[in-house]
C-alpha cells in the first residue's frame, strides 16, 4: 500500500529561524514527489516538485531535497517568516496510477 | 499560468438541501479533474475522478448518488452534494489534470477550496 508519512506532526518556531520537515513515502513505482503549502482555508499550492533524478530543489527560501533509495525527503525552510505560518504537505505520485499519495502534514507556527 | 478557481469559497445552507460546487480551469483545459474532501487536521481525501464527456469515478465509501458530479466540458466540473447533512460539512478541493501545460512536472493544479457548513 502506498503510504506518506510526515514529521513532525506540528512545530513552532520564532521569526527569522530555520527549520526542517521530513517526509517518508513508501510508493512504488516512484514518479515525483511534491511539496505544497496550504494556509488555513485554503487550498494547496504546489513548491517544489521532484522526479527520480532530482535530490534538491529550492523555491526561494524553501529548499526540498530527495533521497529516492532510502525514500526519504525533506523541506527546509530558511529565516522564516510570519506568512510561513500553514500546513505542509508532502505528495508523492506513482508512475502507474494517476491518484496522489498524500501525507498529513506539518503544521508550522512561526512566532514573533 | 495553470490557475483553478472554485465557487461558492463558503457556502452554509440547511440539512436537506442540495448545494453545486463549481471548478474551473481558467487558463487551460482539464481533461480530468479531481475532488478532495477534507476534515480539520487531516490530509486531503479523493473522492472521486471526473472525465470530461463521461462518468466520473468514485473512491470506495463514497456515495455517488449523494455526491454527483458533472464535467461536461474541458474547463468546468462540478460537484452537487445532494440532500446535505451536517456530517457533510467540509473543505471541499478541487484539481485540474493540466497535461499539456506549460508547466514542468507538476501537472494537477488545486483550487482554492469551498467549505461547505450544514445547519
Known amino acids: 500500500k502506498n503510504q506518506v508519512e510526515q514529521s513532525p506532526q506540528s512545530l513552532i518556531i520564532l521569526e527569522g529561524k530555520n527549520c526542517t520537515l521530513q517526509c517518508n513515502y513508501t510508493v512504488s513505482p516512484f514518479s515525483n514527489l511534491r511539496w505544497y503549502k496550504q494556509d488555513t482555508g485554503r487550498g494547496p499550492v504546489s513548491l517544489t516538485i521532484?522526479?527520480?533524478?532530482?535530490n534538491t530543489k529550492s523555491n526561494g527560501r524553501y529548499t526540498a531535497t530527495l533521497d529516492a533509495d532510502t525514500k526519504q525527503s525533506s523541506l527546509h525552510i530558511t529565516a522564516s517568516q510570519l506568512s510561513d505560518s500553514a500546513s505542509y504537505i508532502c505528495?508523492?505520485?506513482?508512475?502507474?496510477?494517476?491518484?496522489?499519495?498524500f501525507g498529513a502534514g506539518t503544521t508550522v507556527t512561526v512566532r514573533a | 499560468g495553470a490557475v483553478v478557481s472554485q465557487h461558492p469559497s463558503r457556502v452554509i445552507c440547511k440539512s436537506g438541501t442540495s448545494v453545486k460546487i463549481e471548478c474551473r480551469s481558467l487558463d487551460f483545459q482539464a481533461t480530468t479533474m479531481f475532488w478532495y474532501r477534507q476534515f480539520p487536521k487531516q490530509s486531503l481525501m479523493l473522492m472521486a475522478t471526473s472525465n470530461e464527456g463521461s462518468k466520473a469515478t468514485y473512491e470506495q465509501g463514497v456515495e455517488k448518488d449523494k455526491f454527483l458530479i458533472n464535467h461536461a466540458s474541458l474547463t468546468l466540473s462540478t460537484l452537487t452534494v445532494t440532500s446535505a447533512h451536517p456530517e457533510d460539512s467540509s473543505f471541499y478541493i478541487c484539481?485540474?489534470?493540466?497535461?499539456?501545460?506549460?508547466?514542468?512536472?507538476?501537472?494537477?493544479?488545486f483550487g482554492p477550496g469551498t467549505r461547505l457548513t450544514v445547519l
Open positions: 521532484m522526479t527520480f533524478s532530482e
Open positions: 484539481s485540474a489534470d493540466g497535461a499539456g501545460v506549460r508547466a514542468a512536472g507538476d501537472t494537477q493544479y
Open positions: 505528495v508523492v505520485s506513482a508512475s502507474d496510477d494517476y491518484k496522489l499519495s
